[in-house]
């Protein structure tokens, strides 16, 4: 594997001594290695990633997409008169063309990007100050791109965040039984189905324009945002690929969805699985307060319900991908999207129940 690396690096430029390469494992699609090189008298790190091309059919626009929205930010970011280079991510060009590389018959398609020095990544933290800070990054992402032309956008999975698609896929997946394994289920199917109502709200406001598309992350896990070792302060949105048209609640709501949870994605214990009020208060406080003023009213009025909508969305695209043999999401063990999906839903009920509380917490920031 070493060897392949290095090879990659050496296509996107990369000059000095290669020294190791170490595997990073969050994140349930792409294929993601930390590269070390040594030049110039000090060690340089880098990001080589392969793109998962069953879930992103066409990688290429997915890059495009990434650059164009980089070059966005770093723009703005220099009008305030302050260097780009921690704060958004650098994508290489391959030394023929364009910001990819293609290793054919299969060996996949690979990006790499600057590893941005002295940052932490959190997969779960209990520190608010950290949640706090998560907030205000995906707040600052979405005032970066207010004015950035959506429809230049491809549409890197098309219906991702369609809830009432998401529930046409999940009832033809029940209907197939590819996995044989629906008889194991059957509970888990009932209470998404019930849920179904509830959760496509939202979609259905924006297609009455009761709320507007926005350019939005649409994966807006606290692993995806890159924090300054030291200080704690947020630095970058990471994790690109998904950035399209979207809700703004649905940004929002997926960050509630992973960092609120008292547990992990895929606790097994569902009497400890809760939304932990103290982090939905801070990750809330710090988005509220950074891009709050800019919402509409309905917008204001629905970001809770954007929370329960990605929770209830995400834990039946688990369930879906366990009747469909697990095709999608990566898993660690046989039972791995159940217990992923049998998690969100704990999560989801338990947001139900304090609904009214986590709308009067929106309320206290806005
Ligand atoms: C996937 O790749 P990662 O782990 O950031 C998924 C998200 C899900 C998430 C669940 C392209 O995100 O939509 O919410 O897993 N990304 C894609 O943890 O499907
Ligand atoms: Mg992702």
Redesign the pocket.
């Known amino acids: 594997m070493d060897k392949k690396i290095e090879f990659l690096c050496r296509k996107f430029g990369i000059e000095g001594e290669y020294l190791r390469y170490e595997l990073v494992t969050?994140?349930?699609?792409?294929t993601t290695y930390k590269v070390y090189f040594f030049r110039d008298n000090e060690e340089k790190d880098y990001i080589l990633q392969r793109i998962?091309t069953y879930?992103?059919k066409n990688p290429v626009e997915v890059m495009n997409n990434i650059s164009s929205v980089t070059e966005y930010i770093r723009a703005k970011i220099k009008q305030g008169g302050i260097s780009a280079k921690r704060f958004v991510l650098h994508y290489y060009k391959n030394v023929d063309d364009g910001n990819y590389y293609i290793i054919g018959d299969q060996g996949g398609f690979w990006r790499l990007c600057r590893y941005i020095d002295d940052s932490v990544t959190f997969n779960e933290t209990d520190n608010l100050t950290v949640l706090e800070e998560s907030g205000k990054a995906f707040g600052n992402f979405q005032l970066h791109l207010a004015d950035y032309p959506a429809k230049s956008l491809h549409i890197?999975?098309p219906h991702?965040h369609n809830t009432v698609m998401r529930y046409q896929t999940f009832k033809e997946s029940i209907e197939r039984n590819d996995s044989g394994r629906r008889d194991n289920v059957l509970p888990e199917i009932e209470e998404y189905l019930a849920l179904e109502e509830f959760s496509t709200r939202m979609y259905k406001m924006q297609k009455r324009n009761e709320l507007p598309l926005r350019v939005t992350h649409?994966?807006t896990?606290c692993?995806?945002v890159l924090f300054d070792a030291t200080t704690f302060e947020n630095l970058a949105v990471i994790?690109l690929?998904?950035v399209m048209p979207g809700l703004v609640a649905f940004d929002f709501g997926?960050s509630i969805?992973?960092a609120g949870n008292t547990c992990k994605?895929d606790e097994t214990d569902l009497s400890k699985v809760k939304l932990d009020m103290a982090k939905y208060e801070a990750f809330t406080r710090g988005f509220v307060k950074t891009v709050g003023h800019t919402l509409t009213q309905n917008e204001k009025d629905t970001l809770a319900l954007g929370a329960v909508t990605?929770t209830v969305e995400?834990g039946m695209?688990?369930l879906t991908d366990y009747l469909d043999g697990d095709k999608?999401?990566k898993v660690e063990y046989d039972n791995h999207n159940l217990d992923?999906a049998r998690c969100q839903l704990a999560l989801a009920k338990d947001m139900i129940a304090h609904f009214d509380e986590m709308n009067a917490i929106v309320k206290k920031y806005l």
Not at 26 to 30: K, P, Q, T, V
Request: net charge negative; charged share 30%.
């Open positions: 969050n994140g349930h699609i792409n998962n879930v992103f890197a999975i991702f649409n994966d896990k692993n995806n994790d690929d998904t997926d969805r992973f994605e990605m995400c695209r688990f999608y999401f992923r």
